[in-house]
């Protein structure tokens, strides 16, 4: 079975600084994917980014960006440039990819971070 | 483009009582998902639905069960609720073997008493 680690629970950076938040996974598979969730005060899960572990290069989304270790199953999220509406909690995520047969995967959660962009 | 919804957005039952939650897929996805999120945790897979049957399950009870119609809609209930099945219920939808990313909606808040 696949888990997922968060390992740390809290985070807090002044407005505009740089943070990274961390993520490790245990998976025997090859192939699978990652995310990043963001889940805001307001509750609604939000992707961030994705990664397919294929994929040499690291997915960027404008200020997001990540940083895929796959030999070290590191998965780890930088946030540039933070701003208020970046305060909420983070939730790294894995997936296996779907077949026909088994249907679409099931994401796997960590516990999460929650991150704090202070003004 | 709707996205996910899920209604009610909160319910309060009592012990022993049955519950039913809705989801709307987001507009062209055919797979829903369902996971439960107590406070201060990451979300717990359910199970899922594709093709109006359950494809995969995870560890809950047979008092979770589900439903999923003919529009891609999806229910999820909950019978005989004890203490602990309060929590955050998540609808996520997907599009099967495309990009299997899930997209969520904005949850349903169930409160146990």
């Known amino acids: 079975a696949q888990t997922v680690t968060q390992s740390q629970p809290e985070m807090s950076v002044q407005e505009a600084e740089t943070v990274t938040l961390s993520c490790t996974y245990d998976t025997s598979e090859n192939n699978y994917y990652l995310f990043w969730y963001k889940q805001p005060p307001s509750r609604q899960m939000i992707l961030v980014i994705r990664q397919e572990a294929y994929k040499q290069q690291n997915a960027t989304e404008n200020r997001f960006s990540v940083n895929f270790q796959k030999a070290a199953k590191s998965f780890s999220l930088k946030i540039s440039d933070s701003q208020l509406g970046d305060t909420a909690m983070y939730f790294c995520a894995f997936m296996k990819p779907s077949t026909i047969i088994q249907g679409a995967q099931k994401l796997v959660f960590g516990q999460g971070t929650r991150l704090t962009i202070n003004p | 483009d709707a996205g996910v919804t899920q209604s009610p957005t909160h319910l309060i039952k009592t012990r022993g009582q049955q519950v039913t939650l809705r989801c709307s897929p987001k507009?062209?996805?055919?797979?829903v998902s369902w996971y439960q999120q107590a406070l201060g945790q990451g979300p717990q897979f359910i199970f899922q639905y594709y093709e109006e049957e359950e494809r995969q399950r995870g560890n809950f009870p047979d008092r979770f069960s589900g439903h999923q119609f003919p529009n891609y809609s999806s229910e999820l209930n909950v019978n005989a609720l004890w203490l602990g099945d309060s929590a955050l219920y998540l609808c996520?939808?997907?599009?099967?073997?495309?990009?299997?990313?899930?997209?969520f909606g904005p949850g349903t808040r169930l409160t146990v008493l």
């Open positions: 996520a939808s997907s599009l099967m073997g495309f990009a299997d990313t899930q997209y």
């Open positions: 507009s062209g996805h055919d797979t």
